[in-house]
């Protein structure tokens, strides 16, 4: 059994956001005394409901009563003053309307209450974001660490704790043993929702995953998505920690903590909303979250080892997974099937979600031959076709292949629904051909509703064979956790390349595409030949050093987009033609920006023939910077062709990240053009990078396009602008 909590130092603790909140957390969650604040004698009240919770699942600890009214629930008082309860109380749970949460923060503080659950609604996400302050900064100048408000509460199954207003009912806990001993899984579920969060607790149970602790955090005025992360991180009982998110309210300590639990092997999955405009809509609604880009989110979360998952099978299926095989290799799966069908829709469904099927080893391919018939060919997927009905034998050999294959990541199995005797003689093979291997092996058996055995499902459960009646689900869920590994590996790889090269000073608003082809240049990342003139004259004779056509370009801060503006001349081959188009574009700078003094016009060579990409980086005000590469030129807003990366990849992360573009072909020599240096391409991506990362005070860079050729790649445009 867990030790208690030690009492906390109530003079010491001022809540500071970092891993001192251990203590007032434990407090919290595992309470040995309880108020309930705004408990009233009324039947059906919520102070009833949480009474009833406790007494229900046998609290041991001193449950004290605090309401304005007075009087006895049962045999229990009900004090109405703060100065009649003991000091030092573990947990306050507030019964109160928001407009009195302030004052009964102050109330526990007085007396030295640990920690506080906060019911009530009508905080931030109504627009009261003042009240919200107030109840914050009360909480933590009280050193009372604080739950919500606008939250559901939370259950402990281990203790057997339900701190939760909806509704009494008896906990299911969980047997106890001690830290760390426990062969079946347990997981933790942290929830912006209270109301999903049972949804989420109830889906795992349903597949024997134990759910240790539930806590609908809400508005997180206080302790927040990163303390309880960092909590169960260093719960030994703890497996894998699940999330549904509607807003990181603070996105580095979130990473850190994330990244933290990544190196403890406590895989971090999430379900994040707010892909679209209406979703952003409703989760504003919900709980008064600004939700931020959810591309960049994403991108960084994946970076410090969060699962960020799209639906809610996803979010169950993949902790399933991740809770029994914490450490699934990066590689996809093997998958055996009795259907040469199923192997064609399989390969159509993992290139849709993009998980590889690898091929199998040459042994693998010498083995299966030697064994299964000249009409099942031996590749991955693999078909054993329907012979396993009359030799159930061939699933263990099968299965005992594929695992033994090192270039494969596990097994999914994908079978209909058979006879309870050959459904066990199936799986006692598969269970036979895992040995001692760590590999996640998946059984689905089809038949979506149709029964399974009772003595399957245990056998199953005892063994570590994941089942599943959706053999779609399961891909999902595999693909979720390698590309989880994939993401580990690549961050283990990250960080390595030089550091920053002197650009000079960076102010604020828009440079000048010249100042941005200098700074790109500083960089390693060249231009066309080019100069910056004053007059027509001057723009003749530097066309006339460079040779063959030329562009003018108008430069001013105050041109970020000179096409829309009439103010670049492409195609020059001579000195009248230049003349003509320096005349019409003055004209159009005139007409477009009255009064506009230009710092000069770029004369620059016309480059040659490639692939136009777009070369970018944005610093998002919460989530920090993140890089774009992907299809340029006049495209980029029609095909949305684009990758969008940490900044700190290694190069061949980089490449790998370019071979998944969709119009990947362009890239490798197309119609008569030569493949492009993809390592150059690699450079250039991995200098703006590392900018963005060294210079905080740059907001956007915008190269497009960005030509790739076989001999490197040229910046034809450049924008960057300051913070």
């Not at 008896?170 to 049972?198: F, K, Q």
């Not at 997974?321 to 469904?349: E, H, K, M, Q």
Request: net charge negative; aromatic share 4%.
């Amino acid at each position: 059994v867990r030790p208690r909590p030690e009492p906390l130092n109530q003079e010491s603790h001022v809540m500071t956001n970092n891993d001192q909140n251990r203590p007032a957390i434990e407090r919290l969650l595992r309470p040995r005394s309880v108020v309930i604040v705004g408990a009233s004698a009324r039947p059906g009240s919520a102070g009833q409901t949480i009474l009833e919770n406790l007494t229900l699942n046998e609290f041991a600890g001193p449950i004290h009563l605090l309401g304005r009214a007075g009087g006895h629930i049962g045999e229990r008082p009900i004090v109405t003053d703060y100065d009649a309860l003991p000091e030092g109380i573990d947990l306050a749970v507030l019964c109160v309307p928001a407009n009195g949460a302030v004052a009964a923060i102050e109330g526990c503080a007085r007396r030295k209450v640990a920690a506080a659950v906060v019911f009530a609604a009508g905080f931030a996400e109504m627009g009261e974001h003042g009240l919200q302050a107030e109840l914050t900064q009360a909480a933590r100048r009280g050193g009372v660490a604080m739950l919500g408000p606008n939250c559901l509460g939370y259950i402990n199954a281990l203790d057997g704790i339900r701190i939760n207003f909806a509704g009494a009912a008896r906990v299911a806990r969980i047997g106890a043993a001690p830290p760390g001993s426990r062969a079946d899984p347990m997981v933790a579920v942290i929830s912006h929702s209270g109301g999903l969060v049972s949804h989420i607790r109830s889906a795992l149970e349903a597949r024997d995953v134990a759910v240790n602790h539930s806590v609908s955090t809400g508005n997180e005025a206080d302790l927040g998505l990163a303390d309880f992360i960092e909590y169960f991180t260093d719960d030994a009982d703890t497996s894998a920690i699940v999330l549904y998110v509607e807003q990181v309210r603070d996105p580095a300590r979130f990473l850190a903590a994330a990244a933290r639990a990544a190196a403890a092997g406590k895989p971090v999955l999430m379900m994040h909303p707010g892909r679209g405009d209406r979703a952003r809509a409703a989760v504003q609604s919900h709980t008064g979250a600004l939700a931020g880009d959810y591309a960049v989110m994403a991108t960084q979360a994946g970076h410090a080892g969060v699962a960020v998952v799209d639906t809610m099978d996803e979010l169950v299926d993949a902790a399933e997974l991740l809770a029994r095989y914490p450490a699934p290799p990066a590689r996809g799966p093997g998958v055996l099937t009795f259907s040469g069908a199923f192997c064609a829709i399989a390969n159509d469904f993992c290139e849709a979600i993009g998980l590889e099927l690898p091929g199998l080893s040459d042994a693998s391919v010498a083995t299966l031959a030697a064994r299964l018939p000249p009409f099942a060919p031996p590749r991955n997927p693999l078909d054993l076709t329907t012979q396993p009905v009359f030799e159930p034998e061939l699933v263990e050999f099968g299965a005992r292949v594929l695992l033994a294959d090192p270039g494969l990541g596990g097994l999914v199995i994908s079978i209909a629904s058979s006879t309870p005797r050959l459904a066990m003689a199936y799986l006692r093979g598969v269970i036979a051909a895992r040995d001692n291997s760590d590999r996640p092996v998946i059984f689905s058996l089809l038949g979506d509703r149709a029964p399974l055995a009772d003595e399957f499902m245990a056998l199953a459960r005892q063994q570590r064979v994941i089942l599943s009646r959706s053999v779609d689900r399961s891909l999902r869920a595999v693909s979720v956790a390698t590309r989880r590994a994939r993401a580990l590996a690549r961050a283990a790889r990250a960080g390595g390349q030089a550091g920053v090269a002197d650009v000079g000073e960076i102010g604020p608003g828009a440079l000048a595409e010249w100042r941005g082809k200098e700074i790109l240049a500083r960089l390693g990342i060249a231009s066309p030949a080019h100069a910056l003139v004053g007059d027509v004259e001057a723009a003749v004779a530097a066309a006339a050093r460079f040779g063959g056509k030329v562009a003018l370009k108008a430069q001013s801060a105050a041109l970020a987009h000179k096409t829309e503006a009439g103010a670049v001349m492409l195609g020059l081959a001579d000195a009248a033609a230049i003349r003509a188009a320096w005349a019409r574009l003055m004209d159009n700078v005139a007409a477009h920006s009255p009064g506009l003094v230009l710092d000069g016009v770029l004369v620059e060579a016309m480059a040659p023939r490639g692939v136009e990409l777009v070369l970018g980086a944005r610093r998002d005000p919460h989530w920090g910077p993140v890089v774009l590469v992907g299809i340029g030129g006049i495209a980029i807003e029609a095909l949305g062709d684009v990758r969008l990366l940490p900044c700190d990849l290694a190069a061949a992360d980089i490449v790998a990240e370019l071979r998944l573009l969709r119009a990947a072909r362009l890239l490798e020599g197309f119609r008569g053009m030569k493949a492009v240096n993809l390592d150059a391409v690699a450079a250039a991506v991995g200098a703006v990078g590392r900018l963005m990362l060294g210079r905080p005070e740059i907001a956007e860079i915008d190269i497009n396009p960005l030509l790739a050729t076989d001999a490197g790649v040229l910046a034809l445009d450049a924008l960057i602008v300051g913070s």
